[in-house]
């Protein structure tokens, strides 16, 4: 029943702002590392943000100062709130939980949403 579910993205134009969410099941959400990434077309994936279960952030250096990543242990969702949103920021975003780690080494996770397509254009 573990499970990672995906929402809030679309088309958005350029300056905009989307708030994404992640929703999980099936596994003691309050313990885990929660980590955004996203995959432009033609790259793979990288890290976006972490938050660790004690409200620890970590941003990669393109997101940092414009997104928020931020959790509701009571509602076992992660969210990641975006402004400033550029045409390079566009991408399928996933989230992936871990209880060991917040890396943004993509390779270390082996449980993930399906997606949710962002896409920046005028």
């Known amino acids: 029943q573990w499970q990672l579910v995906e929402s809030g993205g679309g088309l958005v134009q350029p300056g905009g702002s989307l708030t994404l969410s992640c929703v999980g099941s099936g596994f003691a959400w309050g313990y885990y590392n929660l980590i955004w990434f996203r995959q432009a077309p033609g790259k793979g994936r990288e890290g976006v943000a972490s938050i660790s279960p004690s409200d620890v952030t970590n941003y990669a250096e393109s997101a940092r100062g414009r997104f928020t990543i931020s959790r509701d242990n009571a509602k076992n969702t992660v969210y990641l709130q975006m402004n400033s949103l550029t045409p390079d920021d566009t991408g399928v975003y996933y989230c992936?939980?871990?209880?060991?780690?917040?890396?943004?080494?993509?390779?270390?996770?082996?449980?993930w949403g399906q997606g949710t397509q962002v896409t920046v254009s005028s």
């Open positions: 992936a939980a871990s209880v060991s780690f917040a890396s943004f080494d993509p390779n270390i996770y082996n449980r």
